[in-house]
């Protein structure tokens, strides 16, 4: 079984390197092969972990994409998942640290799933629910529930890149009005889901048949941790956790 994880990086080289050596690690213990693709958004590059069972890859981007042009970054990730040969791609943050067994759950629970449309599967369970006007979460098992909604981090087999690099509008600039986040994650959701939004009207609007089904783990396969965002500098993680304990 091999997996293909990509993660993008910004000037967080001491994360980055506890998370890549968690790779290595949950690599051997579950017997599985990882190619690890790492993206350095305009930072100097900084050292990759490695293993017998990971082959890592820099790919040093000459440009600092940050949030209002993050789009950019995660259309290249796509990308190079699009042309990786692997059985499951997963898309990670540089400041995760992995449960116990990542890999061993993570396709665990996507065999779980009896669904032929399903598109994505998020690692991350958080305070969020119905997000970008999704429906109500249904439990599907003990360990998935069908969101209708994605966020970036997640796990998905070749259909998503494939359906993302098949269309050049997938990912746009997000609004001048967004401030609170890339836009990224909404704009995977409403084009998986065969929706637009009209920055106009702030409307969505049917464009297409519904590409397939989203879901997410009922208990997180990663800690997100409680430190400051590089690209939400402004959002203290302290103060999201503290909303989610009300």
């Not at 490695?50 to 040093?60: I, K, L, M, Y």
């Not at 009005?177 to 890339?182: A, F, H, P, Y």
Request: hydrophobic share 35%; glycine share 4%.
């Amino acid at each position: 079984m091999t997996f293909h994880v990509v993660i993008n990086t910004y000037k967080r080289p001491e994360m980055l390197d506890r998370l890549t050596k968690q790779i290595c690690l949950e690599a051997s213990k579950s017997n599985v092969d990882v190619i690890l693709d790492v993206f350095f958004d305009g930072c100097d590059p900084y050292p990759i972990s490695s293993g017998d069972r990971v082959v890592s890859r820099a790919r040093n981007m000459v440009s600092h994409r940050g949030k209002k042009k993050y789009y950019e970054l995660v259309k290249m990730n796509f990308e190079v998942m699009r042309d990786t040969e692997a059985d499951y791609h997963i898309k990670l943050d540089d400041d995760l640290v992995l449960k116990n067994d990542f890999f061993k759950h993570c396709a665990e629970y996507w065999q779980s799933i009896r669904d032929d449309s399903k598109m994505t599967l998020m690692l991350l369970r958080d305070h969020r629910e119905k997000m970008w006007g999704s429906d109500k979460p249904v439990m599907m098992n003990k360990d998935v529930i069908r969101t209708d909604w994605c966020d970036l981090i997640f796990m998905c087999d070749d259909k998503l890149p494939e359906l993302v690099c098949s269309r050049d509008d997938f990912f746009m600039p997000p609004p001048d009005w967004l401030t609170t986040s890339s836009g990224v994650g909404r704009q995977l959701t409403r084009n998986i889901r065969g929706f637009k939004y009209d920055d106009d009207t702030m409307t969505t609007y049917t464009i297409s048949q519904r590409c397939g089904n989203m879901y997410q783990v009922a208990t997180s396969l990663v800690n997100h941790g409680n430190h400051q965002s590089m690209m939400n500098p402004e959002r203290n993680i302290t103060h999201i956790n503290a909303l989610k304990e009300r």
